[in-house]
């Protein structure tokens, strides 16, 4: 015998057949229902490659400029840029060059096992070849200090190099990595720090923070453990100072719970578990959904919620857009469900 569906789910069941009469199979759809661009921030340009240089056995940096040599939008230290590249695959990678030349961008891309982004640019992209960048923007802000440490962990170092640079005398750079040989521009950094792990071992974050002085700006951008050591141990150490951290993979899901999301133009249901994001769940009957930073943070991964509170994780949503938006990279079902519009 089968039970007979509750008043809730055949509520929800009537609205998502609602919802596919109108916005999906009715002869409105196409204008009701677009497909969802991605979010414009800034500065979209179609800029050529100027050179593709290596740094290491597994990073390249690549040069950019404006075809017609014009000046580029101007950057502060700890700005990236949203890179689209001829795949259609969309990264983000830190400037890591001179804010003061308006003429050239500067990023580096590590090689990562398994990596199809790092991969296309390592092995498909040259000099001349033309694409399309979004940017400057800055989630990694540079503030004034009366003194800073910059603690780099391998390819971190390319948003805290301009940084040192612009510090001067009142900043100190700790740099770190497996071996000197897979430290990039390290001839860029002829009075940094420079503690390789097959020199030193690896590194004692809390140690190295506790040689900051007194309101000494502490700027982290490392593989995670170098992040969660310095988030544990700094306002202990430095109570006075403040604290700046950059990751280049997604954080671990916190205080997860399962749940389920509704596709609502297939009615295709999956399952989240507790410790994985909304973004991967849906990965697996939508693969090439759009996304970019994985944290919260550049908003291409916005997503029209239909049905369902939302536990909101994110850092760039403005109260409006929360009230019918999520951030599937981060951010979760608030209670059991949620419908979203894919």
């Known amino acids: 015998m089968v039970a007979e569906p509750s008043p809730s789910l055949r509520l929800l069941g009537g609205a998502m057949d609602l919802y596919k009469r109108v916005f999906v199979s009715g002869p409105a759809a196409p204008l009701l229902s677009r497909p969802n661009p991605l979010r414009r921030n800034g500065f979209d340009l179609g800029v050529v490659i100027d050179t593709v240089e290596r740094q290491a056995p597994d990073v390249v940096s690549v040069t950019l400029r404006d075809p017609a040599g014009r000046p580029l939008p101007a950057w502060r230290p700890g700005a990236h840029l949203d890179v689209f590249l001829p795949s259609g695959r969309q990264r983000q990678y830190s400037l890591c060059g001179d804010p003061d030349d308006r003429f ?19 092995e498909e992209l040259s000099a001349g070849d033309r694409i ?45 990595g497996r071996s000197r040989a897979t430290m990039p521009f390290l001839d860029e950094l002829p009075d940094a720090d420079i503690r390789p792990d097959d020199e030193y071992g690896a590194p004692d974050v809390a140690e190295l923070i506790a040689t900051a002085k007194p309101g000494a700006a502490v700027y982290v951008c490392g ?57 991967t769940a849906i990965q697996r009957t939508v693969p090439d959904v759009a996304y970019s930073c994985r944290q919260g943070y550049c908003g291409t991964c916005k997503v029209r919620v239909l049905a369902g509170a939302v536990d909101h994780r994110d850092h760039t949503l403005t109260d409006t857009d929360r009230r019918d938006r999520m951030l599937v990279c981060v951010s979760r079902a608030d209670d059991d469900e949620v419908v979203l519009d894919l």
């Open 223 to 279: 593989p995670p453990p170098m992040l969660t050591a310095a988030q544990r141990s700094m306002f202990t150490l430095n109570p006075t100072g403040s604290l700046h951290t950059e990751r280049f993979s997604p954080p671990p899901v916190v205080d997860g719970k399962e749940f389920v999301l509704t596709l609502a133009r297939t009615g295709t249901t999956v399952r989240v578990g507790a410790d994985e994001t909304a973004l």
């Open 132 to 176: 399309r960048i979004r940017g400057p923007r800055n989630a990694f802000t540079f503030v004034d200090a009366p003194s800073y440490l910059f603690l780099a962990g391998g390819i971190g170092i390319t948003p805290i190099l301009p940084m040192v640079k612009a510090a001067g005398s009142r900043g100190r750079l700790v740099y770190t």
């Open 104 to 122: 050239r961008y500067r990023i580096a891309v590590r090689l990562i096992p398994g990596g199809s982004g790092s991969r296309e640019v390592h």
